[in-house]
């Protein structure tokens, strides 16, 4: 292990492990921060999330004679996990809250850093750079996040994108923990900065759409997003810190340091950091060409929407009047305290499949 963790391969010449103020043991503080969070996340989907979508979508609107009450308890002790409509949009509602807060904390703690202002910061006497507790806390809390977006995939509604998203956590995980281990902290919190941003129109966008005293507002929350996206992700991120990382990070980290050695000289790290910073941008790119199909939508007279659950939203009704049917025949068995008869359960069978059908002829767009 300690030929791993030999300095040469992680950090400049002549600097040793005592001398980074950030500690890698630090990194178990998102691991234990991960469940709380996730809990914070069922009770606040659960009170908040559920007090909105009660009073300003439809989401339970085919529900006769629920109450508020019912519905956060409901969530509360299981509904978390289910398969439904109101628990796509508190997952939208959940990240949403977070994101604004990570955005806002995010500022707050940075607005007097010097490298909010200038990327060059970053690297001008690293890896000595001092951590205030803020900072500490919001690389902490922004990791512990991550974690907590991995465990709540088991549980979430699964979308078209689920594996790139997958993929997009890890190598998030990857750089936070990377960065935080060689003390690239300061660059870390600029990317953080510019992610939340971005993140908080496009949950927030999404809210608007399943307003049903909103729907108007769409697409114009469609437009921020999408100002927010390029300026963020397409021009910040890769023309301002990659590119800072690439020209002005080598020289500055070491005198002889070259980023694209295909040799890999040592130190090892901050290369490999550099390019999970690409990675990821990659990332953006195959982002920005769904958004540009709901823009092409949009452009074309329909209403801007999330295209990555046209696929998952038929699965979703679907899978539903499925557990709706099984619930109706078990109700059935228990009233008449006899099993039903085969004929019985196929009549139930293919009612539902008609209704299914239905249902998706009712969704499918009209053609001209």
Request: proline share 4%.
């Amino acid at each position: 292990m300690s030929y791993f963790w030999h300095e040469p391969y992680w950090l400049p010449r002549n600097v040793t492990w005592p001398e980074v103020p950030s500690k890698f043991a630090d990194l178990m503080v998102p691991i234990y921060l991960a469940i709380p969070l996730v809990i914070i996340r069922i009770i606040w989907e659960s009170t908040v999330g559920v007090t909105y979508l009660y009073f300003r979508t439809n989401a339970y609107a085919s529900r006769k004679n629920v109450t508020l009450l019912g519905c956060m308890w409901e969530h509360m002790t299981g509904g978390f996990a289910s398969l439904s409509r109101a628990k796509k949009i508190l997952e939208c509602f959940w990240r949403f809250s977070y994101y604004t807060f990570a955005f806002l904390y995010g500022l707050y703690v940075l607005k007097d850093a010097p490298w909010l202002y200038d990327v060059k910061e970053c690297w001008i006497g690293y890896p000595f750079h001092d951590l205030p507790r803020s900072i500490w806390w919001y690389y902490m809390i922004e990791t512990g996040f991550y974690y907590s977006l991995l465990i709540g995939s088991y549980f979430d509604v699964r979308r078209s994108d689920f594996w790139q998203l997958i993929v997009h956590h890890i190598i998030t995980i990857f750089l936070l923990s990377g960065s935080w281990t060689i003390n690239f902290v300061r660059v870390g919190t600029l990317i953080l900065l510019c992610h939340d941003v971005s993140d908080v129109f496009l949950e927030g966008g999404k809210l608007v759409r399943y307003d049903a005293h909103n729907k108007n507002m769409t697409n114009f929350m469609f437009v921020l997003f999408f100002t927010s996206w390029v300026l963020t992700r397409l021009i910040y991120y890769p023309f301002i810190v990659i590119r800072s990382a690439i020209t002005e990070a080598a020289d500055l980290i070491q005198p002889d340091y070259v980023i694209w050695d295909l040799g890999l000289s040592p130190p090892y790290a901050p290369r490999m950091i550099v390019f999970a910073l690409i990675a990821l941008f990659f990332l953006h790119i195959f982002w920005t060409f769904i958004i540009l199909r709901i823009a092409y939508r949009t452009s074309t007279g329909g209403q801007a929407k999330d295209v990555r659950s046209d696929s998952d939203s038929d699965y979703d009704e679907e899978e539903m009047a499925r557990r709706e049917r099984k619930r109706l025949l078990k109700k059935k068995k228990n009233k008449n305290k006899v099993s039903p008869s085969t004929e019985d359960e196929e009549e139930e069978e293919e009612e539902g499949e008609k209704n299914d059908r239905k249902a998706r002829l009712r969704r499918a767009p009209r053609r001209e």
